[in-house]
């Protein structure tokens, strides 16, 4: 509706400067034959002037034919006589004039040198038949620059009118995509909520029903023992999502304080990494390193470059497949070490790669939920990788698998 | 309990959950089968008769509510309950 209504206003305007450029071509004309007609009457004013003074050489019977008018009226004089009657019309443009002979279409007097089809088109003409009193002469005048003129005219008013129609739209546009932005980010942030009571009411559903069943009498030994391991369990899981969560919200808030100190990159690759396969991946892994950074040494928070790798790879161990290979590779630039995680993972689409790093964003499957999360992890990475004044980028083939590359420079700026 | 047992089908694929359940559930006297994705529970309503489904939502492969679809046009009585 409201597009509707700015193709329409954008209609109007047009059609209100084409009429205001045939309006303004119209009173141009009038303003020149108004000209035109002053300066035939000063002709015939010079030319009365002229008989007085040289009455005595040319009597009165003679007319005024052309000869003696050739004596005195020259194209300099034709020329200013108009150049001063359109200064006072306000016709401050180029011109071409002649004076034509109707009768045989031939040339009298040019300004231009050459007898223009355009001279003989024009519509400003005026008969000189109070001069040679005869009305086979013609002065006729040309603009060759009259669109350019009306339009130069006209200027201003189109500037302005373009410009608010300008403004108008991009406004417009800006409105339509942060209303579209806006939809999406409640649709995302619902889609986090529902995710989010999901994966909180699973533990506390399994707690409240364990600590039931724990509460009746007479349970066998290794069931308690074994409803006491669960309830630990997802209490350890509640711990670690609203971990997550807390996190989430110190990161949002920016006051986000790194412990620097310095450690070997490779070490704490090597330490944490196959702690973290052997706990969580519920497959074979085959894990290989390339470790071709000769200075591996950085400045950085241990823990959170840390929970960087951790995440990466837990990732890259969810969106797999049952061979899971996963290469961690490593090498020296300049300023710092580049980091590159690869798995053989499903990939992830073009579409998605660019919201991998979105906050919240997991890639929209409905209610399947193959893979558990919150669609905070990557979010995390970024900031933390942003953090440190590293960058990161990704990768991806659908099916082949995923590449992570990490900068992370030796000291951080600070 | 004099009367026949129960069937219940029990689809949700948190393992803990659905261990506790299950047992507790059990004790209660009820018949339980449990499954653990969408698609699994699909095939197990196939094939045989129950007298209650409870299934969570966001699982693997089908999620609850396509698959309590699913159930609706097979057996049109059948209570279902969700897990949320």
Redesign the interface.
Known sequence: MTSLSLLGLIFTQLYWIKSAIELSEKQFDHRVNLALSETVEKMVELDKQHRLQKRKFIPESCGSDLVSIINYIDTTLVDSLLKTEFDLFCLDTVYEFGIIQVKNDSVWMLNSGIYTKNIKNTKHKVCLDDLFKTDDYNLEVFFPQKRKFVLFELSVWMFISAGFLLIVISSFIFIVTAILKQKKLSEIKNDFINNMTHEFKTPISTISLASEVLLKNNLPEEKILKYSKVIFDENQRLKVQVERVLQMARLDKGNLKLKISEFDLHELIKDNVENLCLEHCNKPVSLIYQFYATNSVIKADKAHITNIITNLIDNASKYSYDNLRITISTKNVKTGVIITIKDNGIGITKDTLKHIFDKFYRVPTGNIHNVKGFGLGLNYVKMLVLAHSGTISVSSELKKGTAFKIFLPFTPLT | MKKPKAKILLVE??S??S???K??LE?QKYEVRLESD?EKGYQAFKNSKFDLCILD??????????LAREIREMDEDVPIIF??
């Not at chain 2, 939502?57 to 396509?66: I, L, S």
């Open positions: 694929d948190d803990n959950l261990m506790v359940l047992d507790y004790m969408g939502v966001m699982m693997p492969v089908k999620d609850g509510f396509t897990l949320r």
